[in-house]
Nanobody
Framework: QGQLVESGGGLVQPGGSLRLSCTGS????????INWYRQSSGKERELVAT????????TYADFAKGRFTMSRDDAKYATFLQMNNLKPEDTATYYC?????????WGQGTQVTVSS
């Protein structure tokens, strides 16, 4: 059964940067659409960024454009989310997600807190 494990979250000051990582196992990572989502307290989970296929286009939520960069390394079964110029409103639990047709795999999430 496929698994995803996120890491790299933490406490950062406004304007700072973090790089989140997510590593997969138990499934053919390169065949899946890979996404990053986030969920803030009291809010619905929202899509942050997507890479549809290896070498394919990247798409970003409006709040992420110009600040966040997603990448994937299929040889390492990994995806990354580089987050720059972080704002307090970016505080959330960040999840990676892999989708192939009706198969959806979620990680357990990593907490990002942006605060002075």
């Amino acid at each position: 059964q496929g698994q995803l494990v996120e890491s790299g979250g933490g406490l950062v000051q406004p304007g700072g940067s973090l790089r989140l990582s997510c590593t997969g196992s138990g499934f053919t990572f390169s065949s899946y659409i890979i996404n990053w989502y986030r969920q803030s307290s009291g809010k619905e989970r929202e899509l942050v960024a997507t890479i549809h296929r290896p070498g394919g286009p990247h798409t970003y939520a409006d709040f992420a454009k110009g600040r966040f960069t997603m990448s994937r390394d299929d040889a390492k079964y990994a995806t990354f989310l580089q987050m720059n110029n972080l704002k307090p409103e970016d505080t959330a639990t960040y999840y990676c997600n892999a989708v192939l047709f009706n198969v959806v795999i979620w990680g357990q999430g990593t907490q990002v807190t942006v605060s002075s």
